[in-house]
């Protein structure tokens, strides 16, 4: 199995940064393409970022292309999200997610994730 720990959220305010980190643990070279989703209130849970299982190019949601940044350190089994220019609506709990060699289906979708983490809250004030 695959443990997933999300750290860095909290409350800030609009315009701020912020960088999420999420720790992976025990069977992590079962871990391929890994993403960050978010769930607002009432809503669904929604794809923000992935980035393959080398690193290199990232994919993102258009609601937070040209301000979030995705990374991983593979040394260190970690995921980052770095957030700029945050906006009230970018409030949400923030999930780290991990594929598996057997995982089918799209980067975007919350179905092709079976490893998440406990999340980790992100508030943004006006």
């Known amino acids: 199995q695959v443990q997933l720990v999300e750290s860095g959220g909290g409350l800030v305010q609009a315009g701020d940064s912020l960088r999420l980190s999420c720790t992976a643990s025990g069977r992590t070279s079962r871990m391929y393409t890994m993403g960050w989703f978010r769930q607002a209130p009432g809503k669904e849970r929604e794809f923000v970022a992935a980035i393959g299982r080398i690193g290199g190019t990232g994919y993102y949601a258009d609601s937070v292309k040209g301000r979030f940044a995705i990374s991983r350190d593979n040394a260190k089994n970690t995921l980052y999200l770095q957030m700029a220019s945050l906006k009230p609506e970018d409030t949400a709990e923030y999930y780290c997610?991990?594929?598996?060699?057997?995982?089918?289906?799209?980067?975007?979708?919350?179905?092709?994730?079976?490893?998440w983490g406990q999340g980790t809250q992100v508030t943004v004030s006006s």
């Open positions: 997610a991990a594929t598996s060699p057997d995982s089918s289906g799209s980067l975007y979708s919350t179905a092709s994730y079976p490893y």
